[in-house]
Nanobody
């Protein structure tokens, strides 16, 4: 069972930056046994959870929602089983709870249902 722990959320003014981190762990095996990709989803109040960005664990290729392209950068450190979401030029509409997710072969669908493991979420609030 893969465990995911997020950190780095907080309050920032519009135009500012934040970096989210997510560490993956598995008690017995390497996470690569279970995980083909990791990424982030977000859920704003009253809205459905939506895809933000994902990274292929082996190749490092990234995929991002149009709403964050050019502003958010996703990277990984395989040795630390960690991904980082650098968020620049933040807007009030980026305010949401951000969830780290990890998935197997179906991850490339970039849908919530295609990711098997989830963190508890971290709040990001962008003030205008």
């Amino acid at each position: 069972q893969v465990q995911l722990v997020e950190s780095g959320g907080g309050l920032v003014q519009a135009g500012g930056s934040l970096r989210l981190s997510c560490v993956a762990s598995e008690r017995t095996f390497s996470i690569s046994k279970y995980v083909d990709a990791m990424g982030w989803f977000r859920q704003a109040p009253g809205k459905e959870r939506e895809f933000v960005s994902a990274i292929n664990w082996s190749s490092g290729a990234t995929y991002s929602a149009d709403s964050v392209k050019g502003r958010f950068t996703l990277s990984r450190d395989n040795a630390k089983n960690t991904i980082y979401l650098r968020m620049d030029s933040l807007k009030p509409e980026d305010t949401a709870v951000y969830y780290c997710a990890a998935g197997g072969p179906r991850w490339s669908l970039l849908k919530e249902s295609a990711f098997d493991y989830w963190g508890q979420g971290t709040q990001v609030t962008v003030s205008s």
